[in-house]
């Protein structure tokens, strides 16, 4: 283990307290656990980003389509030859 030092507001430093009394654990046993736990939700979003990005897809979906449907098609197709192709490296 690696010793470290921080300096904590004591809002922070009463709750660390408190969470190592009701868990009957050491101040850095508790810090250690919560880091994990952080560390494990750091790259997740919150359930209120979740929940904006998804009503963003549902005003997308909601929008009529602004092309016909064969045109659409149509430039598809032309994508999925020219990814065929090789693009612009090929030969």
Do not use: H, W
């Amino acid at each position: 283990m690696v010793k470290m030092t921080f300096t904590l507001d004591d809002e922070t430093v009463a709750a660390l307290n408190l969470a190592a009394q009701r868990l009957a654990k050491p101040r850095s046993a508790v810090v250690r656990e919560a880091i994990r736990e952080y560390g494990s939700r750091a790259g997740r979003l919150s359930e209120e980003e979740r929940r904006r990005m998804l009503r963003s897809i549902d005003a997308v979906l909601s929008t009529p389509p602004t092309r016909p449907r064969a045109a659409v098609e149509r430039e598809l197709a032309e994508v999925r030859r020219a990814r065929r192709g090789g693009g612009r490296r090929s030969a």
